[in-house]
């Protein structure tokens, strides 16, 4: 058998770390979602139309979320089907949607974020201030 060679082996132990920990912070920041029956993404996509005033349009939350068009449009149907929003064709272009969330979206959203934010505060509450903007900045630096 050949040995596989690596190029830069510290690039990998870096990703294997940045891919273990987002599993981890994955599943106990999504664990209280999933029982109360909306996925992080889901509930993700609550939170940037409630913060968006209500409505925003498909493509707009598309980037927000850095979703493809497959995903947007799985999580947005799920969102549907439990009456917690609401897509309707733009009157200015028919080809574009927007989504808009129901009041029943809005409330599950309200009653959920204060207990999920404290839960994202618990995860990165071994990192400092100075910690958090640097992890912060380099996860921005790595996406771009």
Known sequence: MTAIEVGDPLAHRALDALLRAETALRRSLSAELEREGVTAAGFSVLVVLTTAGGSLELRALRRRLALTKANA??????????????????????????????????????????????????????LDEGEKRSLAGLCRRLSS
Do not use: C, N, Y
């Open 73 to 126: 449009t799985e999580i947005v149907a799920t969102l549907e089907a439990r009456g917690l929003a609401v897509r309707r064709r733009l009157e200015h272009d028919r080809r574009a949607s927007a989504v808009d969330i129901t009041e029943r979206g809005a409330a599950l959203a309200e009653r959920l974020f204060p207990a999920h934010s404290e839960r994202v505060s618990h995860a990165f509450g071994g």
